[in-house]
Nanobody
Framework: VQLQASGGGLVQAGGSLRLSCAASGGTFSRYVMGWFRQAPGKEREFVAATGWSGGRTYYVDSVKGRFTISRDNAKNTVYLRMNSLKPEDTAVYYC????????????????????WGQGTLVTVSS
């Protein structure tokens, strides 16, 4: 599975962005999809995940109520809508695919994911 993330950019605090991650080369609907981010000098952290059909979602506490993950299996694409952005959201955002069944322990752990996109940079200015 190949993943291509896009949609990053520079935005002022309080603004919005929508990230996209297009998948190819596999059965997209069979993969749990996640978004992670890595800020300069920090470890990669979990942001959000969605199950096979999009019915299940899970978020890190710091983005709850501001970010929304969704997927369109017909388009083989997962999205991350980010509202009310803060400077601390500045990071490279990565999408990832996990072929195993859903569990909170798995979807929040980066090493459990099988495939990764190249990352897209989000910069939030104050």
């Amino acid at each position: 599975v190949q993943l291509q993330a896009s949609g990053g950019g520079l935005v002022q605090a309080g603004g919005s962005l929508r990230l996209s991650c297009a998948a190819s080369g596999g059965t997209f609907s069979r993969y749990v999809m996640g978004w992670f981010r890595q800020a300069p000098g920090k470890e990669r952290e979990f942001v959000a995940a969605t199950g096979w059909s999009g019915g299940r979602t899970y978020y890190v506490d710091s983005v709850k109520g501001r970010f929304t993950i969704s997927r369109d299996n017909a388009k083989n694409t997962v999205y991350l809508r980010m509202n009310s952005l803060k400077p601390e959201d500045t990071a490279v955002y990565y999408c990832a695919a996990d072929g195993s069944p859903w569990s909170i322990a798995r979807v929040t752990t980066s090493r459990e994911y099988d495939y990764w996109g190249q990352g897209t940079l989000v910069t939030v200015s104050s």
